[in-house]
């Protein structure tokens, strides 16, 4: 006979299988995804209007002294899905990709 313990152990494993394998099978659906989404452009007034770039070397000092070389998209809190994607959606700016190495005056640090 069961008791309750071994009932919801096993309701735990079995959800955590169905999660495990279901996020395996997204992950590759939402990189492709991803890659395909239309890159940010560097016009867009939002995006002009927090200094986004595509290269985080490239940020102009002067206008943003507080920005430094290791401030990265993929290591941005706003960035989406996988750190070694080339491009990825922000929360910032919807339908769109920005680049790994991008930045912008809105970066956050990942936690
Ligand atoms: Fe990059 Fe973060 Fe700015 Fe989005 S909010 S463009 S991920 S630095």
């Not at 200094?51 to 989406?80: F, R």
Request: positive net charge; charged residues 20%; contains cysteine.
């Amino acid at each position: 006979m069961q008791t309750p313990t071994n009932l919801n152990r096993r309701s735990f494993m079995q959800i955590a299988t169905v999660s495990v394998v279901g996020l395996a099978l997204v992950a590759p659906a939402f990189n492709a995804i991803a890659a395909d989404l239309p890159h940010l452009e560097l016009d867009n007034p939002t995006a002009k209007a927090l200094g986004y770039v595509e290269d985080t070397t490239k940020v102009d000092a002067a206008k943003y002294p507080n920005h430094k070389p290791d401030q990265i998209c993929s290591g941005c809190a706003l960035w989406q899905g996988d750190a070694k994607s080339a491009r990825n959606p922000c929360t910032l700016f919807p339908g769109k990709s920005v680049a790994n190495k991008g930045w912008c005056a809105s970066f956050a640090k990942k936690a």
